[in-house]
Structures are given as C-alpha cells and as structure tokens.
Nanobody, 129 residues
Framework: QVQLVESGGGLVQAGDSLRLSCAAS????????MGWFRQAPGKEREFVAA????????RYADSVEGRFTSTRDNAKNTVYLRMNSLKPEDTAVYYC??????????????????????WGQGTQVTVSS
C-alpha cells in the first residue's frame, strides 16, 4: 500500500520560511517523479513544483519560482519543499504526489494532477500578514 505523508506545515508570518517533508512508503521511491500541489480555501488545487526521480529535472509554478525549492533524498524516501519569503497568498493545504514511476526525467516537468498516481493527505500552511 502506497503512503505519502506530508509534514512541516504550520502558522508563520509573511517573510518567514518553512520546509515541508513528504515521506513515501510502499513504492520504489527512487523511480518516481514527485510533485507538490496546493489548494487554498475556495480555490482549485494548483501545481507548485515537480522533481524528477534523480532531482535533475525540476519545474516550478511562476508564483513560487525563486522562492520555493524542491529537493529529494532517495535514501530516506523523502521529498522536500523549502519555502522562503512566504506570502499570505501562499496559504493553502499542500499536497505531495507521486507520478508514474518510469524513472524518466520527463516526470520532473509534470504539472497536471492527472499525471500523478498517488497523493498524500496534505499539510496546512498558513501565512499571516
């Protein structure tokens, strides 16, 4: 059974930083591209970041480019999202997702929900102004 468990969310002030973690189990983690999405109240879930199996290919939403960084540790079956210079509009539930498991660099460019097979339950990030 595949499990993705996010952690690291919380309440911070604008300008602060947070690092989210997503621990994976039940899959060959090193074969999967991983993604981060978020959903703000009253809005649809949106793409935030993607990283390929090796970490060599990454993609970010325009709204977070230069502020957020996705990394992964395949030895720990964990993917991270470092979020700097947080803004109130970053407030959302953040989800990690595992893509197709093809060990392809292409998965590091996946920005659509339909390209992801497995999802975590999410972690809340709240940024106060």
């Amino acid at each position: 059974q595949v499990q993705l468990v996010e952690s690291g969310g919380g309440l911070v002030q604008a300008g602060d930083s947070l690092r989210l973690s997503c621990a994976a189990s039940g899959l060959t983690f090193s074969s999967y591209g991983m993604g981060w999405f978020r959903q703000a109240p009253g809005k649809e879930r949106e793409f935030v970041a993607a990283i390929s199996w090796s970490g060599g290919s990454k993609r970010y939403a325009d709204s977070v480019e230069g502020r957020f960084t996705s990394t992964r540790d395949n030895a720990k079956n964990t993917v991270y999202l470092r979020m700097n210079s947080l803004k109130p509009e970053d407030t959302a539930v953040y989800y990690c997702a595992a893509s197709l498991g093809t060990s392809s660099a292409r998965e590091g460019q996946f920005a659509h929900e339909g390209q992801y097979r497995y999802w975590g339950q999410g972690t809340q990030v709240t940024v106060s102004s």
